[in-house]
C-alpha cells in the first residue's frame, strides 16, 4: 500500500517540476535555465533516490543497482543518443537482469512433482 503512495508522490513530484519549469520564464535564471537543460539528469536523480529509498526499507539490494542504471540512462538521455535509444537500451539492461533472477530462481526452486501428477485419468 505504501510503494503505491510513494509511486503516486513521485509522480506528483515530477509533475509539478515539470509545470514549475514550464511556468517559470528559463531565461531569466541561471538555475531555472539549468534544471530545464538537464530535466532528464533531475528526473533520473528522483527516480533513483525513491528507488534507494525503496530499497533501503524493504532490504531489498537490486534497487540499487537498478537506481544506479536508471540515473546512467537518464544522465546519458539526450546527450549521446536519442532519449528513445537511452530508455530502450536501460529497458533491455532491465529485462536481463530479470531473466538472470528468473533462472536463478527455476535453479534454487525446481518443479516439485507429486505423486499421481501428469498421469492420465482414469489410468
Known amino acids: 500500500m505504501w510503494l503505491m503512495v510513494l509511486y503516486f508522490?513521485?509522480?506528483?513530484?515530477v509533475l509539478g517540476f515539470v509545470i514549475f519549469l514550464g511556468v517559470i520564464n528559463p531565461s531569466?535564471?541561471?538555475?531555472?535555465?539549468?534544471?530545464t537543460v538537464?530535466?532528464?539528469?533531475?528526473?533520473?536523480l528522483?527516480?533513483?533516490i525513491i528507488l534507494c529509498l525503496v530499497g533501503w526499507f524493504i532490504k531489498f539490494q537490486r534497487l540499487y543497482l537498478y537506481a544506479v542504471l536508471n540515473f546512467i540512462g537518464f544522465t546519458l538521455a539526450g546527450r549521446i543518443a536519442s532519449v528513445g535509444v537511452v530508455l530502450t537500451v536501460l529497458g533491455v539492461l532491465f529485462l536481463i537482469a530479470a531473466i538472470i533472477v528468473m533462472r536463478n530462481f527455476m535453479k534454487r526452486h525446481p518443479k516439485v512433482i507429486l505423486p499421481g501428477e501428469g498421469m492420465a485419468e482414469g489410468v
Open 9 to 13: 508522490l513521485f509522480m506528483l513530484l
Open 28 to 35: 531569466g535564471d541561471q538555475t531555472v535555465r539549468w534544471l
Open 38 to 44: 538537464n530535466i532528464f539528469l533531475v528526473i533520473g
Open 46 to 48: 528522483i527516480i533513483a
